[in-house]
C-alpha cells in the first residue's frame, strides 16, 4: 500500500473548500491514515520547498504558505500518488482540466488550493517533516472489500 502526502493550503482553508475537497478523495476510497491542522513556519517552508528556496519566486511562496493554518493528511492506496496528483489537475487551475480539483476551484498556479507529493521518495519525505510515525494509523476499512478486488491491494 503506497503512501502520499496531501496538504490543503492556505487558499483552501481560507475560501472554506477543505470539506468539500476532502470528500473527493474520500469518495474515491483513498485511506485517510493521517490529518492535522497546522501553522507552517519559515523553517518548515524552507524544509518543504527544499528544491525552491534560491529560485526568485520562493519569498513570495513562503509568504503565502505561512499567511494561514493549513491541513495536512497523509493517503493510503494503490498508486495513491499518481491518483491524487491525477485527481489535483495540472498545477495552475487556469490550464487544469475540467472535473479535477484545480480545475473546478483554482484559477491560479500558485493559490492551487492543495499540494500532494510528486513521487513515492517525495512522499516519504514529506510526511517525515509533517508527523512522527506513531500519527500514522493503519487500518481497514470494513468496506473495503466494495472498493477494490482481492488482490488490487
Not at 507552517?40 to 511562496?61: D, R, W
Not at 503565502?64 to 498508486?79: K, L
Amino acid at each position: 500500500m503506497e503512501l502520499t502526502f496531501v496538504m490543503f493550503k492556505p487558499d483552501c482553508m481560507q475560501r472554506g473548500l477543505l470539506g468539500r475537497i476532502l470528500s473527493r478523495f474520500d469518495d474515491k476510497g483513498l485511506r485517510l491514515v493521517a490529518m492535522k491542522m497546522l501553522r507552517i513556519t519559515p523553517a518548515m517552508s524552507k524544509q518543504h520547498y527544499a528544491e525552491h528556496v534560491s529560485k526568485p519566486f520562493y519569498p513570495g511562496l513562503e509568504e503565502f504558505i505561512t499567511a494561514s493554518p493549513v491541513v495536512g493528511c497523509v493517503f493510503a492506496g494503490p498508486e495513491v500518488v499518481r491518483v491524487v496528483r491525477e485527481m489535483l489537475g495540472a498545477t495552475s487551475g487556469l490550464k487544469a482540466a475540467a472535473g479535477t480539483i484545480r480545475g473546478d476551484y483554482s484559477s491560479s498556479r500558485q493559490m492551487n488550493l492543495v499540494h500532494a507529493s510528486d513521487s513515492p521518495e517525495s512522499a516519504s519525505r514529506e510526511i517525515a517533516i509533517y508527523f512522527k510515525s506513531d500519527e500514522l494509523h493503519a487500518w481497514e476499512p470494513s468496506l473495503a472489500c466494495w472498493t477494490q478486488a482481492p488482490g488490487e491491494v
